[in-house]
């Protein structure tokens, strides 16, 4: 199992993507960011499993944002 699931998303959504991490309505997901050099940020998500994984990467393109790299993580030969 991967102990740390990852997400690209561009910069221009970097704002949005932490309001909706962090809405006041409910519990705030845990997260890691680091800006990367080719205009992208990296969201990290310790202690999150598959399930939790896949609850953040539908919340976020519900809520319009791009999300870079979860297709490719949330297939099962990844995830086994």
């Known amino acids: 199992m991967n102990d740390m699931f990852t997400l690209g998303i561009p910069a221009s959504q970097y704002r949005r993507t932490t309001q909706v991490l962090n809405h006041d309505g409910?519990?705030?997901?845990?997260?890691?960011?680091?800006?990367?050099?080719?205009g992208f940020y990296h969201f990290r998500f310790p202690g999150v499993d598959e399930f939790?994984?896949?609850?953040?990467?539908?919340?976020?393109?519900?809520?319009?944002?791009?999300?870079?790299?979860?297709?490719?993580?949330?297939?099962?030969?990844?995830i086994m």
């Open 52 to 78: 939790d994984f896949n609850k953040i990467v539908s919340l976020l393109k519900r809520n319009g944002i791009t999300t870079i790299g979860a297709d490719e993580q949330l297939t099962e030969k990844k």
């Open 26 to 38: 409910s519990s705030p997901i845990n997260f890691e960011s680091m800006k990367q050099d080719d």
